[in-house]
């Protein structure tokens, strides 16, 4: 059993380690950087402490999305209580908790500015963890927002849903990316610089995606797709 400053020295190295990591990865990809890399740049002199500590990077990048997701999910949880404590309750605000607790990480110091820009990476890539619907255990704030927008958008077949959410929640995460990205470069005061209106407008976005009955061609599409895939 580790004693009380041997732990304390441990979770202070883990804590240098996933903020050099973040940062490394939102900026050049987790494929572009090594763990080598992410041990100099947290200041290690032993060389393999990054996998002493976390193993390998998929382990890294985990403790890198459980560092923000106590905030993210606490922010949530306030505003799902507010709707749920409310008479009735609109798609808008359904959609502004899924969106306000990862904008409201751009004003996190501690990483929250690298925390979008990774995900807004990952989302082609690791879309079934992103989409609300693909709830994970332990969460309990994605699957009461899961629960809640499908009986909202009871109009919508579940595979119409589901796509549209894997819509949303990329372009969500590649819209505040972009943003945060806008905001360290100084960039002029155009609209796109300005975080309350770009989160209002994302908010409406993705709620007008949502919201919209999917037109004869989607649907034509869709049961082509879905006929191709059962033959498959």
Sequence with gaps: MQNPPHRSRACATRAK???AAEQLFAERGLDG????EINVASEQ???NAVQYHFGNKQLLLKAIFEK???DVQQHRREILDGIQSSSSFSLDDLVSALVLPVAEKLNDPDGGEAYVRINAQMA???VDRLSPLQTSDGDDQQQRLAALLH???RHLDN???ELRLVLAVDLMFHTLADLAERR???ADTSPLTHAPLVVSQLIDSITALLETPPSDRSRELLRDYLRIRDLA
Excluded: E, Y
Aim: proline content about 0%; glycine content about 0%.
């Design 17 to 19: 380690i996933v903020a």
């Design 33 to 36: 950087v090594s763990l080598a």
């Design 45 to 47: 002199r032993n060389r």
């Design 68 to 70: 923000h997701a106590t």
């Design 124 to 126: 082609l890539n690791n």
């Design 151 to 153: 009986q909202r958008l």
């Design 159 to 161: 595979s119409v849903l």
């Design 184 to 186: 360290q470069q100084n």
